[in-house]
T-cell receptor, first 115, second 111 residues
Framework: KAGVTQTPRYLIKTRGQQVTLSCSPI?????VSWYQQTPGQGLQFLFE???????NKGNFPGRFSGRQFSNSRSEMNVSTLELGDSALYLC??????????????FGPGTRLTVT | TQLLEQSPQFLSIQEGENLTVYCNSS?????LQWYRQEPGEGPVLLVT?????EVKKLKRLTFQFGDARKDSSLHITAAQPGDTGLYLC???????????FGTGTSLTVIP
């Protein structure tokens, strides 16, 4: 079974631009979460989608948004990019939403550099 | 302030040595997961523990969940260079019904 895929793997943008990142979960997985990873802050939760609905949201500004499609694929968008948005953006998929067997499987990430 | 604190932050040991990484919190978690992340890649799930006091073994790796479900440890026996990586613990669901990641332990095993 194929793992979580993320595209693109690397991206360079300038301040003020916007960017869209894509994530395809493991086949059959219905929940997708997004995380931002930086050396200073570690892994921080952005948001989680299940059945095309945002279920949880982390403490990030409204410039960060996302959506999930009927095939469970997800996209996240960052508008008006700032230098501090440079990070590894990770997508994780899970079979269902919560429950005792809840486990997250991560993709390789998209490395975003804002100049 | 991080919900989950890991120690040590950095660890460099010789091949064949044993080591223990700790993940501590003042909060109770329903479950706790351990991941290993290599440079440029996403974290890979190693284990999930859900019961207080639970011990799980994965070859040379032993994971324990504290009785009160507030802390966990990862013990590696006879470390090998392939164990090198960033070890992350994650607990949840917690505030906001989300999972929180620890601060991470960067392990380097020297051949």
């Amino acid at each position: 079974k194929a793992g979580v895929t993320q595209t693109p793997r690397y991206l360079i943008k300038t301040r003020g631009q916007q960017v869209t990142l894509s994530c395809s979960p493991i086949s059959g997985h219905r929940s997708v979460s997004w995380y931002q990873q930086t050396p200073g802050q570690g892994l921080q939760f952005l948001f989680e989608y299940f059945s095309e609905t945002q279920r949880n949201k982390g403490n990030f500004p409204g410039r960060f948004s996302g959506r999930q499609f009927s095939n469970s694929r997800s996209e996240m968008n960052v508008s008006t990019l700032e230098l501090g948005d440079s990070a590894l953006y990770l997508c994780a998929s899970s079979l269902n939403y919560r429950g005792p067997a809840y486990e997250q499987y991560f993709g390789p990430g998209t490395r975003l550099t804002v100049t | 302030t991080q919900l989950l604190e890991q120690s040590p932050q950095f660890l460099s040991i010789q091949e064949g040595e044993n080591l223990t990484v700790y993940c501590n919190s003042s909060s109770v978690f329903s479950s706790l997961q351990w991941y290993r992340q290599e440079p440029g890649e996403g974290p890979v799930l190693l284990v999930t523990v859900v019961t207080g006091g639970e011990v799980k073994k994965l070859k040379r790796l032993t994971f324990q969940f504290g009785d009160a479900r507030k802390d966990s440890s990862l013990h590696i026996t006879a470390a090998q260079p392939g164990d090198t990586g960033l070890y992350l613990c994650a607990g949840g669901p917690h505030t906001g019904n989300q999972f929180y990641f620890g601060t991470g332990t960067s392990l380097t095993v020297i051949p």
